[in-house]
């Protein structure tokens, strides 16, 4: 698992939880943070030559342009010309292939190192080891045989630490994912390389959770589209409207006789029985006088 907690009172890496299972103390926020360890052999790594190429090209272009600006000084245009028409294509072709037969010479005899990334709430680190140390491994490093001091084989620390880079999130100004090699590539500024982070199939989903959290919402920094937090849609506007009722045309009024008491507009209501005069029909006692009669 790649994502663990240092302990400031224990001294050691335990797994992610609110306190220390070894100790009880609290872990802090910032404490729970991504870390593992590669092997690398730096003549088999594209990235130690893409850090030699940065440093051998503009010396070589350096010194080309020294040279062609030295012969025009000199003899003008026909000087340059004489230049590129003699032996100096070749030779420049041949101290080129001996300068590079010497760095892939000088990668090989410095062995394997070991990197140690760690990637929390701050930024990014790597330090690098060198593990079975020797003056060679040293030298081919540019490194002084006096670190071998620090070597204790006795104690099992047959390590030497050789350097450590930190790079804060704030000052991250583009990110590259490289995931054939696993890698990813930090630069700051946005034209220079400051950090290349190898990870594992175990890391590689933590450390893009990382920089998803810490860079996905900076506009400023430049990121895959894949590590980019999308804005969550602002919900349109709407405008808050009154409804009026519409009038309608008025409707002229029925025509009534002249003396009804009908109000005008409305149908004429039927007329109450309650008694024999208003309904029209015969009461009872005019039912048995009739018969009577008869």
């Not at 890496?13 to 009880?24: D, H, N, Q, S, T």
């Not at 709430?121 to 330090?127: D, L, M, W």
């Not at 602002?234 to 309608?248: D, F, K, Q």
Request: aromatic share 6%; charged share 25%.
């Amino acid at each position: 698992m790649a994502l663990t907690a240092y302990c400031k009172k224990c001294g050691r890496e335990v797994e992610p939880a609110e306190v220390c299972r070894l100790c009880g103390t609290k872990l802090g926020r910032n404490a729970v943070h991504a870390a593992w360890c590669v092997e690398r052999r730096p003549v088999a790594d594209w990235m130690c030559w893409n850090a030699v190429m940065r440093a051998l090209l503009p010396a070589a272009l350096a010194v080309l342009l020294a040279v062609l600006g030295a012969e025009f000084l000199a003899g003008g245009s026909a000087a340059l010309e004489k230049l590129f028409l003699g032996t100096f294509p070749l030779t420049l072709a041949i101290l080129l292939g001996a300068v590079l037969l010497g760095v892939l010479l000088v990668l090989i005899l410095q062995g394997r190192d070991l990197m140690d990334y760690v990637v929390d709430s701050r930024g990014i680190h790597v330090t690098r080891y060198l593990p079975e140390p020797t003056p060679l491994k040293l030298l081919t490093r540019l490194k002084s045989p006096a670190l071998l001091s620090d070597a204790d084989p006795g104690k099992g620390r047959n390590v030497i630490r050789l350097e450590t880079r930190d790079l804060a999130w704030k000052d991250v100004a583009r990110v590259q994912l490289w995931p054939e090699k696993a890698y990813v590539l930090f630069y700051a500024p946005g034209w220079w390389l400051r950090i290349a982070v190898r990870c594992t199939p175990f890391t590689w989903e933590d450390t893009m959770d990382y920089i998803r959290e810490k860079l996905g919402r900076k506009k400023a920094v430049r990121i895959p589209d894949s590590l980019r937090v999308q804005a969550p849609p602002r919900a349109a506007s709407r405008r808050r409207t009154v409804s009026r009722p519409i009038p309608l045309p008025a409707e002229p009024p029925e025509e009534t006789e002249p003396g009804g008491d009908e109000m005008p507009g409305f149908p004429e209501s039927e007329p109450e029985r309650t008694g024999a005069a208003e309904s029209g029909a015969a009461s009872p006692e005019e039912i048995r006088e009739t018969d009577g009669s008869a």
